[in-house]
Nanobody
Framework: QMQLVESGGASVQAGGSLRLSCAASGYISSTICMAWFRQAPGKEREWVAASGSAYSDYTDSVKGRFTVSQDNAKNTVYLQRNSLKPEDTAMYYC????????????????????WGQGTPVTVSS
């Protein structure tokens, strides 16, 4: 069984930067897919970004501002977020799927096997 622990959530000013981390433990395949979702108050859960073997993808609203990366040696995935906007305020969840990314279902929460507890981010104007 895999466990995911997020960290790095904070309150920041608009235009600022923040890096979220997600450490995975347990059995981890070399081709694991790790992704981030977010959920703002009163809104549905939204896929943000995903990272797999030689692969990364982003939802349109964060392209050019967010970067997802994996450190396989540390079993950790990062979400570097720049030029933050108030609309980026949300609870951010780290998720994982083994053995690979779910292709056309990459934005579906149900496509992922494992979820972290979430880390809150608040961006003030």
């Amino acid at each position: 069984q895999m466990q995911l622990v997020e960290s790095g959530g904070a309150s920041v000013q608009a235009g600022g930067s923040l890096r979220l981390s997600c450490a995975a433990s347990g059995y981890i395949s070399s081709t694991i897919c790790m992704a981030w979702f977010r959920q703002a108050p009163g809104k549905e859960r939204e896929w943000v970004a995903a990272s797999g073997s030689a692969y990364s993808d982003y939802t349109d609203s964060v392209k050019g501002r967010f970067t997802v990366s994996q450190d396989n040696a540390k079993n950790t995935v990062y979400l570097q977020r720049n030029s933050l906007k108030p609309e980026d305020t949300a609870m951010y969840y780290c998720v994982a799927r083994q053995p690979t990314c779910p292709g056309g279902r990459i934005g579906y929460p149900s496509a992922y096997n494992f979820w972290g507890q979430g880390t809150p981010v608040t961006v003030s104007s």
